[in-house]
Structure formats: C-alpha cells, structure tokens
C-alpha cells in the first residue's frame, strides 16, 4: 500500500508560479504517478503523468509548456512545476500512483493523495 500526500498548493495570481510536491511513504520506483485536477462542479481531469522511469511522460493540452511533472525516486517524490499560471488552472490538484504503466485514465490508478488546493486570481 502506497501513502501519498501533496503539498505546495496555494493562491497566486494570473502569471504565477507554483511547484506541487507529491511525497510516497514507500518506494515509487516501480509506480508510474499521475497528478490530476478537480474544479468545483467539474469532473477530475487528467494533468500529466511520468512513468516510472522518467521515460514517457505526457500532458494535457491545456498545461502543456506550462506545467512540468519529474520523479526523484530516491526520495519518493513526485513533483509538477507549475508557471504561468491561468484563473482556469483553479483546482484540487491530486497525485496518483500505478503499477508500471501511465495512464491519462484517473480509474487506472490504485492510489491517490487527499488533495492541495490550487487558487490562481486574474
């Protein structure tokens, strides 16, 4: 069983920057991890994901050349950069783990965080 916990959520301004930190209480070198968003009222949507080699990894239109996901195995951690940031990036932005495989599917993953609130003003 994998533990995850988020943090560096908060509120900026349009323009901004943020770096979400994803910490697992036990090694995610085989997991691939995924951070995914939810708005009020919208359903979870796929941000990006990183396998677990750091070898593929994809985006959602909507942040790509934005957001940035990475891994540091050796700490557990997950991370997404996040710059330039837009009032509709406003979210609960959630971390994720799954044997192996990425995937933009939130069902497909077996583990997920409690959230860090995302907060982007124009």
């Known amino acids: 069983q994998v533990q995850l916990v988020e943090s560096g959520g908060g509120s900026v301004q349009a323009g901004g920057s943020l770096r979400l930190s994803c910490v697992a209480s036990g090694r995610i070198n085989l997991y691939a991890m995924g951070w995914f968003r939810q708005a009020p009222g919208k359903e979870r949507e796929f941000v990006a994901h990183?396998?677990?080699?750091?070898?593929?990894?994809d985006y959602a239109d909507s942040v790509k050349g934005r957001f940035t996901i990475s891994r540091d195995n050796a700490k557990n951690t997950v991370y997404l950069q996040m710059n330039n940031l837009k009032p509709e990036d406003t979210a609960v932005y959630y971390c994720a783990a799954r044997h192996f495989h990425s995937s933009r599917r939130a069902k497909e993953y077996d583990y997920w965080g409690q959230g860090t609130q995302v907060t982007v003003s124009s």
């Open positions: 990183i396998s677990w080699s750091a070898d593929n990894i």
